[in-house]
């Protein structure tokens, strides 16, 4: 039985680490907006980075060529809980 829709892709949501800085310049510039400063949270989607937030500032960033609303409100609530810990 064939499926009538596509899988949603499997999205990671993880610490931002050293050797994301190239994705995140690459994903700000595509959002015209700078890279969040501070602890930074990334969304992984596809092996590449989506979207990233910052839970101090609440800044974020997020591809504009992908359909990235519901990874940001993950991003979003993550942060979210990483305050109130």
């Not at 960033?61 to 942060?79: M, N």
């Amino acid at each position: 039985m064939a499926l009538s829709h596509a899988l949603a892709p499997t999205v990671v949501i993880r610490a931002a680490r050293g050797s994301d800085g190239d994705s995140l310049r690459r994903l700000a510039a595509l959002d015209s907006a700078r890279v969040p400063s501070g602890d930074v949270l990334v969304a992984e989607a596809e092996g590449a980075v989506v979207a990233a937030h910052s839970p101090s500032t609440g800044a974020t960033i997020a591809d504009p060529f992908r359909r990235t609303a519901e990874v940001v409100q993950l991003l979003e609530l993550r942060g979210a809980m990483l305050r109130a810990a």
